[in-house]
């Protein structure tokens, strides 16, 4: 179904899918979750931009700095020794939660931008050239347009784009029309943070194969919200936050295959990443560490670490079902009010819903719910081509995660409801 044009659309499917998550338990982990804004309980619906933090993950970090802080790989001492094991087992947990080729393919980064970036410079960088193309596509964040806008000015590649159709989904249906043979790398969002789109990576992937490009897949607002393997996806590099999945800032990943990490350049050069140091010249340490240079962000990738963990205890196929029924829910329940226009596919999407509503700018529906303790995103999200194929300035955009319940969606279109009587 498309729902763009479907002010008076329905959802076919009833919200029936019962979901195994113990929210009420989950919410109590989560401090935030019990504060008050503006002398309401917080209802957080923007966790696409970023997730609310667990105990067990502020703990953890509290934990690095109050017990073993110290540098990490370097030291000969106890706390320092306790510090680099930390770190790398938050590596080995990270590999395990996303079935990582090794767990020397998974890089620490400061999130995904900075692990698209890595990719645009140490191998887009050494590897484009006048003739080659990028291929992205229209429904891209902007972390995932303007590294390669930037490396194709350099380089004198051409980045090319694959067009959205209205319901926002990939118009695949003429492939060699954009898969070439001088495509040399398709880079493209897994899940939508705009439509909440699930773009068929394998299907894409096998279209880049048969031209011989490389595949890198942004997963931001996949890794978080349902079961990742990365070795049966389809891709060469993948990259997501920290985050926008329960841990801290200032910490992402991207996992790339052993082989093209090894071929690739530095990205940064400094301590740790280097073999040896001369005057004149010096020698690369192995992946990731070669990609890892100068003191990481300790506390941050401990934290991701305890994370995954949580999500594990969790479980990420409950989550993702947990979203699903939400989602379902908020799609029916919106879609029931008559000024409202939804953005996106039908119901196979992810956890997230972008929307409009008649004659009601989306940050002032934004500071109406504000007034009601109800966080939601207004705004471009950044992706303005998207906007622009919409010609729309903004959306207003409301995303779910575990500890998201139907009560909270129900305050969200009372608030969306009492916005358009004051409004119009
Ligand atoms: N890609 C997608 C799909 C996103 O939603 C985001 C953030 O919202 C990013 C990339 C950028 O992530 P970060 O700001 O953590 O680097």
Request: aromatic share 8%.
């Amino acid at each position: 179904m498309n729902l763009t044009t479907g002010k008076t659309g329905t959802i076919s499917q009833s919200v029936e899918d019962t979901t195994s998550l113990d929210v009420a338990t989950i919410r109590k982990d989560f401090p935030q979750l019990s504060r008050q804004v503006r002398d309401k309980p917080l209802t957080y619906l923007d966790n696409a931009a970023t997730s609310q933090k667990p105990r067990a993950v502020i703990n953890k970090i509290n934990e690095y700095y109050q017990q073993y802080n110290a540098n990490i790989h370097r030291a000969i001492y106890a706390i320092g020794e306790q510090a680099t094991l930390e770190y790398e087992s938050a590596r080995e947990k990270v590999a395990r939660f996303i079935n990582a080729w090794e767990t020397s393919s998974v890089i620490f980064t400061r999130g995904t931008t900075e692990a698209i970036n890595l990719v645009a410079y140490s191998w887009g960088r050494h590897n484009l050239g006048p003739g080659d193309e990028i291929l992205i596509t229209e429904m891209e964040h902007h972390s995932n347009i303007i590294p390669w806008q930037l490396a194709a000015r350099d380089t004198g590649a051409t980045l090319r784009y694959i067009p959205i159709r209205s319901d926002g989904t990939l118009a695949l249906n003429n492939p060699d029309e954009y898969f070439t043979d001088k495509t040399r790398l398709v880079s493209f969002i897994h899940q939508s943070n705009v439509f909440g789109t699930i773009n068929p990576v394998r299907e894409i992937y096998q279209m880049a194969k048969d031209v011989g490009a490389l595949v890198l897949v942004d997963a931001a607002q996949s890794v978080p919200h349902s079961p990742m393997d990365i070795q049966t996806l389809g891709c060469d590099f993948l990259a997501f936050s920290g985050h926008k999945m329960l841990g801290p800032t200032g910490v992402g990943v991207l996992c790339g295959r052993q082989e093209l990490l090894t071929g690739m350049e530095p990205f940064l050069g400094g301590g740790e990443m280097i073999n040896s140091v001369t005057m004149e010249e010096s020698t690369w340490n192995k992946p990731p560490w070669k990609f890892e240079a100068g003191t990481p962000n300790i506390a941050q990738v401990i934290g991701l670490g305890a994370a995954v963990d949580y999500l594990e205890t969790i479980g990420i196929d409950s989550i993702e079902r947990h979203e699903r029924t939400l989602t379902r829910y908020a799609l029916e329940a919106l879609s029931a009010i008559p000024e409202v226009t939804i953005y996106g596919p039908g119901a196979e999407r992810g956890g997230l819903v972008s929307f409009n509503v008649e004659n009601v700018h989306p940050h002032d529906l934004a500071q109406v719910l504000d007034e009601r303790g109800i966080a939601i995103r207004a705004g471009h999200h950044c992706a303005q081509p998207i906007m622009q194929k919409l010609d729309v300035p903004a959306t207003a955009r409301a995303s779910f995660y575990l500890y998201n319940t139907t009560v909270e969606i129900d305050a969200l279109c009372e608030g969306v409801t009492a916005a358009i009587d004051f409004m119009t």
